[in-house]
Nanobody, 122 residues
C-alpha cells in the first residue's frame, strides 16, 4: 500500500513563510512525478507546482517567484517552500504522486495525501 503523508501546514501572517513536506511510503519502483495542489473553499482544486523524475518543474502563475518545489529522492519526499504568502494562498494543500509500482507489469499508482491546511492572515 502506498501512503502519502503531508506535514507543515499552519497559520501564518501575510508575508510569512511555510514549508510543506510530503513523504511517499510503501512498495513502489519509482516516482515519476510529485506535486502540490490546493483547494480553497468554494473553488476547484488547482495545481500549485509539480516536479517530474527528470527534474523539470511547473508552477501556477499565481505562485511563480514565491513558491519553490523540491525533491529528496533518497527520502521519497517532495517539499514546497512558500514565501511571501498572501491571504489568497489560504487553502487545503494536497500532495499528489504518480508512481510506477513495478517494472514487470507496469502497474501505476496515482493518488493524494490527506491534505494540510494553510491559512494566511492579513
Amino acid at each position: 500500500q502506498v501512503q502519502l503523508v503531508e506535514s507543515g501546514g499552519g497559520l501564518v501572517q501575510a508575508g510569512g513563510s511555510l514549508r510543506l513536506s510530503c513523504a511517499a511510503s510503501g512498495s513502489f519502483f519509482s516516482i515519476d512525478a510529485m506535486g502540490w495542489y490546493r483547494q480553497a473553499p468554494g473553488k476547484q482544486r488547482e495545481l500549485v507546482a509539480d516536479t517530474t523524475s527528470d527534474g523539470s518543474t511547473k508552477y501556477a502563475d499565481s505562485v511563480l517567484g514565491r513558491f519553490t518545489i523540491s525533491r529528496d529522492n533518497a527520502k521519497n519526499t517532495v517539499y514546497l517552500q512558500m514565501n511571501s504568502l498572501k491571504p489568497e494562498d489560504t487553502a487545503v494543500y494536497y500532495c499528489n504522486a504518480d508512481l510506477l509500482l513495478d517494472r514487470v507489469w507496469r502497474r501505476r499508482y496515482y493518488g493524494w495525501g490527506q491534505g494540510t491546511q494553510v491559512t494566511v492572515s492579513s
